[in-house]
């Protein structure tokens, strides 16, 4: 089991920036891959950036060179830093470990929102 707690989130105003953390109730450097999805009301979630244990980092096309996701192995805690913030980026932010054993088991936090305004 993996307890994951995000916060960081709030009104911010186009162009600006926002720090979301998430801290995990385990190592992360155990965790196969920690992410970050966000989910606007009535549409499916979304793959916003990914990092795995080793380092390799991915981003959806829309945040790339404006997001950046990162980790601190000491502290459980896995980052989102979000740049040049657009409207539409208002979102409900998640994160998520998935851990890859025998099968595949996603974990996730109870979200946090972030709203963009312009």
């Known amino acids: 089991q993996v307890q994951l707690v995000e916060s960081g989130g709030g009104l911010v105003q186009a162009g600006g920036s926002l720090r979301l953390s998430c801290a995990a109730s385990r190592s992360i450097s155990s965790i196969n891959t920690m992410g970050w999805h966000r989910q606007v009301l009535g549409k499916q979630r979304e793959l916003v950036a990914t990092i795995t244990s080793g380092g390799s980092t991915n981003y959806a096309d829309s945040v790339k060179g404006r997001f950046i996701i990162s980790r601190d192995n000491a502290e459980n805690t896995v980052y989102l830093q979000m740049n040049s913030l657009k409207p539409e980026d208002t979102a409900a932010y998640y994160c998520?470990?998935?851990?890859?054993?025998?099968?595949?088991?996603?974990?996730w936090g109870q979200g946090t929102q972030v709203t963009v305004s312009s």
């Open positions: 998520n470990a998935r851990l890859v054993t025998w099968r595949i088991r996603d974990y």
